[in-house]
Nanobody
């Protein structure tokens, strides 16, 4: 079991910024593909989570169209941490943001989620 712990959520006004962090208790963090997903508050099912951004082992990234140009994902392998810098926030960005880590192994795919951090964009 790998633990991912998110932090940095909160209440922000439209147009504002937040930086989310996700720390992993994993010594080979660099082997993981890390992603940020979001889900409307109150929704429970994992399949309802929307991919926001993802960063691969080689540090290539991809983003949902709705956040391109506003959000930036990055990772610091020395600190076992992935970040999501969110700028020009909009009310529709309000969601619970989840950190996800995936890693291929000889026996299959390892896939773990954090517990989420709430981001509320409101005036």
């Amino acid at each position: 079991q790998v633990q991912f712990v998110e932090s940095g959520g909160g209440l922000v006004q439209p147009g504002g910024s937040l930086r989310l962090s996700c720390a992993a208790d994993e010594s080979i963090f660099s082997f993981w593909t890390m992603g940020w997903y979001r889900q409307a508050p109150g929704e429970q099912r994992e399949e309802q989570r929307e991919l926001v951004a993802r960063i691969f082992q080689n540090e290539n990234t991809n983003y949902a169209d709705s956040v391109k140009g506003r959000f930036t994902i990055s990772r610091d392998n020395a600190k076992n941490t992935v970040y999501l810098q969110m700028n020009t926030l909009k009310p529709e960005d309000t969601a619970v943001y989840y950190c996800n880590g995936k890693r291929m192994t000889p026996t299959g795919i390892m896939n773990f989620w954090g517990k989420g951090t709430l981001v509320t964009v409101s005036s």
